[in-house]
């Protein structure tokens, strides 16, 4: 009989978590923000002397998401800075990408999500208005990356990701900064949003 393959990955906070098989209680924020903080949105071609991170962006989305729906309830703005949870551990790739490695991608994403909203007290999946609410505030996300950061013309981002409306971006502008900086603001933000909760 072969020997299965390891499916799990030793974390810093000393959780081993399995990706085939997640459960909240292999979950940690200091995990979570840390691997966000290292992983590069834009396979790391963008400008500047920092990559500019997953958290970062999962920062400025969950501040969008805010404007998007100011009444939102904390728990849905928890959602928004957890919507790119997953790559903590399976990285961040550019959407080509997701669309050649298939279905499998999008599964696995799915199961580490579910695994880690519960231990937030979210429910495993996202009601459906909400998270288009959520996927608005990211795309608008990265049409201010793609011009800002990643050499895109407007006109390119705005065929890629739509014209966003500028009352939504006003006064907000891409931050590139320590990984260790952006890892404490995304510890922070999270337990702001889950004290809310409380």
């Avoid at 500019?52 to 703005?77: C, F, N, Q």
């Amino acid at each position: 009989m072969a020997k299965q393959a390891r499916a799990w990955q030793r974390m810093l906070s000393g959780r081993r978590l399995d990706l085939l098989d997640p459960t909240p209680f292999d979950i940690e924020i200091e995990d979570i923000a840390h691997g966000l903080a290292f992983v590069a949105r834009w396979n790391g071609q963008t400008v500047g002397d920092y990559a500019y991170s997953v958290a970062e962006h999962s920062l400025l989305v969950e501040t969008i998401y805010g404007r998007i729906s100011p009444k939102a309830d904390a728990r849905w703005r928890l959602a928004a800075l957890l919507h790119d949870a997953p790559e903590y551990v399976i990285g961040d790739m550019i959407s080509p990408v997701k669309a050649a490695v298939g279905p499998g991608y999008g599964a696995l994403d799915e199961r580490l999500e579910a695994a880690i909203h519960i231990r937030f007290g979210l429910p495993a999946k996202v009601p459906q208005n909400i998270k288009r609410q959520i996927k608005k505030a990211d795309r608008i996300s990265a049409w201010m990356e793609a011009t800002q950061i990643a050499g895109f013309t407007k006109t390119e981002a705005d065929k890629l990701f739509g014209v966003p409306d500028p009352n939504l971006t006003r006064d907000l502008t891409i931050v590139l900064r320590p990984p260790m900086e952006t890892r404490a603001d995304f510890t922070a933000r999270h337990a702001t949003l889950l004290a809310a909760l409380a």
